[in-house]
């Protein structure tokens, strides 16, 4: 629990992250965007001005000074001072109207804004910039985007007054998705370093389990092997019936944790699979927990459904100890010794799939801890440590290649747990094999 809780922590701490790292992007990214928008009505602002310049009356007055100085210049040799003085004032404006062009030259490049012109009856009468229909609704648009920019045009005796009207340009629209795509590419990576983080710290804890399964198997295999020893010794001491009958039990019984100790010994390394009838492996796992049962106080009737012929590539004695997990675990969810207390065991293949389900009529599972169950350190026991479905579900996924599911369940009527596995034919015997088994 101690690792879920502090997994749950790493949670909380990417995602705040990622919150924080959202609010300074989305921030500064409108520091940005106001920056350039100021930036881009300033020059709008400028390009109206040399709009309403380049419109005002004057400039026609200066354009026919120039002309009639020049036809002046033509016909006449000698040149009064009033003309030159004349020229010289025309040509000055000139120059100031041509630096107001460039100006404007100069703001379209830097800014590609959309923009329209409109008189006073509404009417757009020049656009520039813009993909969208020039109608009533674009206005309306760029209404509501920026307010419209005065140019008065004309002079005393006759004046006009238009508008206009702009929206953004690509580089501002591109900079209000940014923050958006910063934050799925930062959604991404925190994603990535999770996902390593996770297969890391599962890397490091199997490899505990491991060390741990490893040294265990080590530690028993001594006083197993005295345990014999003591038996033996037994035996040839009291020779009647009745010890006779506790020595075998009690080497059947060390045989076992023989084999318990070979099983933890094979946890991490790579399996060895065959193809293995399964009739005879739930056969004997199933013998076993029967006559387990009276010593656990409960009146439960094991029913079996077996089909002999189905063969899967499997290793026995970590089938074996998988399948004991799960029986184990369906007679201690039955609390009841009713005469209707029962576990079930079905074997069938199902097309190329191999069907075992193991089913119960104990408690049941609440849905909201169906997906908990297969996690290490979940338990429903006081003294319980929560390994038993989660080694059972390795072995029976990454050593056999198949999967463990909870089928069904629900409270009161009991659990069916179910292994898939694929099907595989048996090996017809070779003529060595066939005439052995006719001998």
């Given amino acids: 629990m101690r690792i879920q809780l502090t997994s749950n922590r790493i949670n909380i701490v990417l995602v705040g992250f990622l919150i924080l790292l959202g609010i300074g992007s989305f921030a500064y990214n409108q520091y940005l965007v106001n920056r350039i ?3 881009e009505r300033s020059g709008i602002e400028l390009w109206a001005k040399a709009i309403e310049y380049t419109g005002n009356p004057t400039q026609e007055e200066i354009s026919q000074n120039l002309l009639a100085a020049s036809n002046y210049l033509r016909n006449n040799t000698s040149v009064p001072d009033r003309i030159i003085s004349m020229i010289e004032e025309a040509e000055a404006d000139r120059a100031s109207q041509t630096f107001v062009t460039q100006e404007i030259v100069l703001s379209e490049a830097r800014f590609q804004v959309p923009r329209i012109i409109v008189d006073e009856r509404g009417e757009i009468i020049f656009s520039n910039h813009v993909d969208a229909p020039l109608n009533q609704d674009l206005i309306d648009r760029f209404a509501e985007i920026n307010d419209p920019i005065e140019i008065n045009l004309g ?4 004046s006009q007054t238009q508008y206009v009207y702009y ?3 690509p580089t501002v629209r591109y900079l209000r998705y940014f923050p958006y795509i910063q934050l799925s590419l930062l959604a991404v ?10 297969a890391i710290a599962r890397s490091e ?3 505990l389990w491991v060390g741990m399964t490893k040294e265990a198997a080590h530690q028993l295999g001594t006083p197993l092997s005295s345990l014999y020893g003591w038996v033996e010794l037994l035996r040839e001491e009291k020779d009647d019936d009745f010890t006779q009958r506790i020595c075998n039990e009690l080497e059947s019984d060390i045989s076992r944790l023989r084999g318990v100790a070979e099983r933890f010994n094979k946890i991490g390394s790579k399996p060895e699979l065959n193809i293995q009838r399964l009739k005879p492996i739930l056969e004997e796992v199933m013998d076993y927990m029967d006559q387990r049962l009276p010593q656990l106080g409960k009146n439960v009737d094991v029913m079996r459904q077996i089909d002999s012929s189905v063969c899967a590539k499997v290793n026995p004695d970590l089938f074996q100890w998988a399948l004991e997990n799960l029986i ?4 201690d969810a039955i609390k009841t010794s009713t005469t209707k207390s029962y576990v079930s065991v079905k074997l069938e ?10 089913s119960d009529s104990g408690v049941g599972i609440e849905k909201k801890y169906q997906s908990e169950v297969f996690k290490p350190g979940y338990s429903t026991k006081k003294r319980g440590w929560g390994l038993g479905l989660s080694l059972t579900k390795r072995i029976i996924e990454e050593y056999h290649k198949g999967r463990l599911i909870i089928h069904k369940s629900e409270l009161g009527e ?13 090996p017809k015997p070779s003529e060595d094999e066939a005439k052995a088994a006719r001998a």
């Fill in 349 to 358: 293949r199902v097309e190329n799939e191999v069907f075992i389900d193991i």
């Fill in 167 to 169: 929206g953004e340009s």
């Fill in 414 to 426: 009991g659990t069916t747990m179910r292994i898939i596995l694929k099907a595989v034919e048996k």
């Fill in 37 to 39: 928008l100021t930036q």
């Fill in 328 to 331: 184990k675990n369906a007679m």
């Fill in 189 to 198: 990576l925190l994603g990535i370093g999770y996902v390593s983080y996770r």
């Fill in 205 to 207: 804890q199997s490899n």
């Fill in 155 to 158: 002079n005393e005796g006759y």
